[in-house]
């Protein structure tokens, strides 16, 4: 299973690149945001509400450092449970949905339920399995047509070109992430 955090942290930056504290702060900003969106609204949709309230809490103390004016224990725990408020707010407005697990791209409109990944659900809530690979529209239909380098391509060329990747290093890249969807999917 991948998300979009994981796939966006492998993808954006080259491999022979030491990250200035400056691209690691925001790439923690970005982590936080993702995990305290879905933590939100999972909260709020009746998912187990102990786990994620505790996590959505951890996460948003963690953002509270990187916001915050001060560094000490009780700015960090006002601060926050200001933003652990903010992100349940912002879900009932505007619930998480998860990104396409092969390209990225939102909406998702399917979810393949894992071990295997042959059956699909058209909503989050129908998940039943502990894992799933979620699908835009187009993937859908590359994955229903059994089109592997169509999801390859279309994966890799949003990465052509950054921070010095070229088009066979990302096609590489896609096809190695997207093989353990294929490899379940057909029991080999």
């Given at each position: 299973m991948t998300s979009r955090r994981s796939r966006r942290m492998f993808w954006s930056m080259p491999f022979d690149h030491r990250p200035s504290d400056a691209e690691r702060l925001d790439a923690i900003r970005r982590h936080a945001h993702d995990s305290l969106r879905y933590f939100a609204t999972a909260a709020l949709g009746g998912e187990d509400r102990d786990w994620t309230?505790?996590?959505l809490d951890l996460t948003a103390n963690y953002m509270a450092l990187a916001e915050g004016d001060?560094?000490?224990d009780r700015s960090m725990l006002e601060k926050g449970s200001e933003i652990a408020d903010r992100y349940?707010?912002?879900a009932k407005r505007d619930p998480w949905t998860p990104p396409c697990s092969f390209c990225g791209d939102s909406p998702a409109v399917a979810w393949f339920e894992g071990p295997r990944f042959t059956?699909?659900?058209d909503a989050a809530d129908k998940v039943r399995a502990e894992g799933a690979w979620t699908a835009?529209?187009?993937c859908l239909?590359?994955?229903r047509a059994d089109d592997r380098e169509g999801l390859?391509?279309?994966?890799a060329k949003r990465?052509?070109?950054?921070?010095g990747v070229d088009l066979e290093r990302a096609m590489t890249m896609a096809r190695d992430m997207h093989e353990k969807f294929w490899k379940a999917r057909t029991g080999a």
């Open positions: 309230r505790a996590y001060s560094l000490d349940l707010d912002a059956h699909s659900v835009c529209a187009r239909e590359l994955v390859a391509r279309r994966d990465f052509e070109g950054r921070d």
